[in-house]
């Protein structure tokens, strides 16, 4: 294991995060500081790959809450599992609802139709893109 730690505004800079976004997930637990800097904290590199699953998951609409408890989850955890696999379907429904939104999209880049909002398939391709 690499025992370098990484000064907080590399960590920052890299994950893209501000600082005090580091220092608000320390205090949620989803992060920790490994050492100091002076009086600047400090990350092992592992901190990065978090970051990024942290990331990942506020975007699918995880909440801290949940992210902090699939972060401590075991295996033997059931219902922890048994939301997770209702997040997975929640997320993969927005995948298909913005697949088809994309393809509509597609269409009306390349569609002649004047106007557009009259043309058949992009009503019908519209049509097929559940409102959220």
Do not use: W
Request: net charge positive; glycine share 6%; proline share 4%.
């Amino acid at each position: 294991m690499d025992d370098t730690l990484i000064d907080i505004g590399d960590v920052a800079r890299q994950s893209g995060l501000a600082a005090s976004a580091l220092r608000f997930y320390e205090r949620k637990g989803l992060i920790q500081a490994e050492g100091r800097n002076g009086l600047r904290r400090a990350y092992r590199p592992e901190t990065l790959e978090r970051l990024a699953l942290i990331s990942c998951a506020r975007d699918a609409g995880f909440t801290l809450s949940e992210i902090g408890e699939f972060l401590r989850a075991g295996p033997s955890d059931e219902r922890l599992r048994a939301r997770m696999a209702a997040k997975e379907r929640e997320v993969s429904q927005r995948v298909d609802q913005l697949t088809r939104l994309r393809d509509s999209l597609r269409h009306a880049v390349v569609c002649t139709h004047d106007p557009l909002v009259e043309c058949p398939e992009f009503k019908q391709a519209v049509r097929r893109v559940p409102q959220g």
